[in-house]
């Protein structure tokens, strides 16, 4: 190595310190800036895949911890999934609920769809009510609120007075202005391909 080349790299380890340190300074201020510790609420929306199983990747988080997880899923619950396979096989102490029969995206009979929904958000509350629940996991739950099968503002009021320790994450695409505001995280998953466009079946495992 020339001595020129030497000292070049010297400079730039030098640089690359001084860097590392100013980064460190943020990134220890930031988390001395975080000190609340109570639950959080947490919207996964947006139009591309990754909501509800982030949602599943965040109940198992919380089982790593022996915390206590509700999950209830606002969908029809014919469909097949994996996460629910498998926590009804290996997760005794999960308690899940699917809305089950009686719903229908292509709505046929909406007085019925309605009952079901608000008989599944009765399970819902129960479940922001219960301070022994670290974790709620509210799946599909802004489709209900797309629809008007449940009333918005009852819906926001519940997950503002929840216990103050617990989290819950509710999923589905839109929400509402309302909903977003009163979460403390959200994140938008954007849909840049999904490979059901491109012809490829769902996948087990993967989409189910
Ligand atoms: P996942 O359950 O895989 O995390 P998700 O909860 O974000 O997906 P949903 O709208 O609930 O999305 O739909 C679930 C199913 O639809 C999954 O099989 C998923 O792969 C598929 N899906 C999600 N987004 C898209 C999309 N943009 N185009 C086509 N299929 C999609
Ligand atoms: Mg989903």
């Known amino acids: 190595m020339t001595e020129h080349s030497n000292s070049d790299s010297k400079l730039d380890a030098q640089l690359h310190k001084e860097k590392m340190q100013k980064q460190k300074e943020k990134v220890d ?13 947490l919207l996964l929306t947006g139009n ?60 046929q009979d909406k007085v019925a769809d309605i009952k079901a929904s608000e008989a599944t958000w ?19 739950l802004t489709y209900m609120l797309g629809y008007k099968y449940l009333d918005r503002d009852t ?12 989290s819950v994450v509710v999923t589905g695409r839109g929400g509402g202005r ?16 999904h490979a059901y466009k491109a012809g490829v079946k769902a996948r087990k495992g993967v989409d189910c």
């Open 48 to 107: 591309g895949k990754g909501k509800t199983s982030s949602a599943f990747g965040m109940v198992f988080r919380a089982l790593g911890y022996q915390q206590k997880v509700g999950i209830v899923q606002f969908i029809k619950g014919a469909q097949e999934s994996g996460e629910v396979n498998f926590i009804r096989e290996h997760c005794p102490q999960v308690f899940i609920h699917q809305m089950g029969t009686g719903f229908t995206w292509n709505t």
């Open 29 to 41: 201020a930031n988390i001395a800036a975080a000190n609340i510790e109570r639950g959080i609420a």
């Open 178 to 193: 309302e909903l977003r505001e009163v979460m403390d995280t959200v994140s938008d998953v954007k849909n840049i391909k």
């Open 155 to 166: 819906v926001i009021n519940s997950i503002k007075a929840r216990p103050y320790e617990q």
């Open 122 to 140: 009765e399970i819902a509350q129960s479940l922001l009510q219960d301070d022994s629940y670290d974790l709620v996991i509210l799946d599909e």
